[in-house]
């Protein structure tokens, strides 16, 4: 059986996510027997930047032309393109000012200079191409990425959680800081799979691995409120790490 071809690409980002994949290192020579990694820049410097690709996993956020550009192109070479960290699949931090005057921002940073260069209003993956998966996290976590790819192999559409945070405080037996401190934590809207990291140390979450599908925000909001946790403020947090997501949460909708 031939190894699947595969890419792993950053765009604009910390290359965080990139970085935990090479952490993986009790399983890193098994990846290697399994995967035909052709493209790696990040790994390697002898690279294949032309080859079909059977996956391409990609990070960070669309923040130039040049960047959009690329990302058009690892579309055309592979067949699955995976999104892997929440600036790929959310925007992320550098999303925070995307509807902000650039031009202002720009010329406020870098003088008249810096309207000669090549940058653009954060655009998560999605926006731009087709994604066939995502892996949200800030990072991403190895386990995930490894079940990721375990199930590619096999042909199937990687399987990843479906909860909110919330749910693992309470398989954890944390206690709730939002409902005992009033905290602004987003545990009860936030996508699980970090195995709430953040609560069980007593920091309130702040949504760095995005929304989940099927949080009821409506609800979540009406306890923020009754809590005395103003909207503006979850929002706020929201914004910092999926501002992509955040049209109709602060409003009070039913995402």
């Not at 600036?87 to 309207?115: F, N």
């Not at 959680?161 to 409902?179: G, S």
């Not at 909001?221 to 979850?234: D, I, K």
Request: hydrophobic share 40%.
């Amino acid at each position: 059986m031939n190894r699947p071809t595969v890419g792993i690409f950053g765009l604009s980002g910390c290359a965080g996510d990139q970085l935990v994949i090479l952490d993986c290192e009790d399983e890193l020579l098994d990846l290697v027997c399994l995967l035909d990694v052709r493209d790696f820049l990040m790994a390697s410097s002898d690279n294949d930047e032309t080859c079909h690709l059977d996956i391409a996993f990609v990070e960070g956020a669309v923040l130039s032309r040049r960047d959009a550009t690329r990302l058009a192109r690892i579309r055309e070479r592979c067949e699955h393109l995976v999104a892997i960290g929440t600036c790929a699949v959310w925007g992320g931090v550098a999303a925070m000012d995307r509807d902000a005057d650039r031009d202002q921002i720009i010329t406020t940073l870098y003088g008249e200079t810096g309207r000669t260069y090549d940058t653009s209003p954060a655009q998560a993956l999605h926006e731009l191409v087709e994604v066939d998966c995502a892996i949200s996290g800030c990072p991403i976590e190895k386990e995930q990425f490894l079940g990721a790819v375990a199930d590619l192999l096999n042909g199937n559409p990687p399987l990843q959680p479906t909860y909110p945070v919330c749910t693992e405080c309470k398989m954890r037996e944390t206690a709730c800081l939002l409902l005992r401190q009033g905290s602004t934590c987003l545990g009860p809207i936030t996508l699980g799979g970090c195995d709430a990291r953040c609560p069980v140390l007593g920091i309130p979450c702040v949504g760095c691995r995005g929304p989940v599908d099927d949080a009821n925000t409506r609800a979540a909001l009406a306890m923020f409120r009754e809590l005395g946790v103003p909207a503006e403020a979850v929002a706020r947090k929201l914004r910092t790490f999926a501002p992509v997501a955040i049209v109709a949460a602060p409003h009070g909708g039913d995402r």
